[in-house]
Nanobody, 115 residues
């Protein structure tokens, strides 16, 4: 049973930073792709950033230059460093992993950007 556990969400002021972490069952390198999605109220879930097993990285246009996805080998997590946060970044953020044709989701962590 694959489990993805997110952490690091919270409330931050505009312009602030947060770092999300996703811990996965087994080695994070065993997944073909890991990534972060988000879903704001009344909107569809959308890709934020993803990283493949060969380090191909993809970002949504709306977060390029502000967010960075990376593997933390010491913590055994896939993290999302979010800088220069905007109110439009407010959403539930979900960790996603894909392996052998299967897709897995975490339970989500709330990020709220507000003054």
């Amino acid at each position: 049973q694959v489990q993805l556990v997110e952490s690091g969400g919270g409330l931050v002021q505009p312009g602030g930073s947060l770092r999300l972490s996703c811990a996965a069952s087994g080695s994070i390198f065993s997944y073909n792709t890991m990534g972060w999605y988000r879903q704001a109220p009344g909107k569809e879930r959308e890709l934020v950033a993803s990283i493949t097993s060969i380090d191909w990285i993809n970002y949504a246009d709306s977060v390029k230059g502000r967010f960075t996805i990376f593997r933390d080998a010491a913590k055994k997590t896939v993290d999302l460093q979010m800088n220069s946060l905007k109110p439009d970044d407010t959403a539930v953020y979900y960790c996603n992993a894909r392996r052998s044709g299967e897709t897995y989701w975490g339970q989500g962590t709330q990020v709220t950007v507000s003054s």
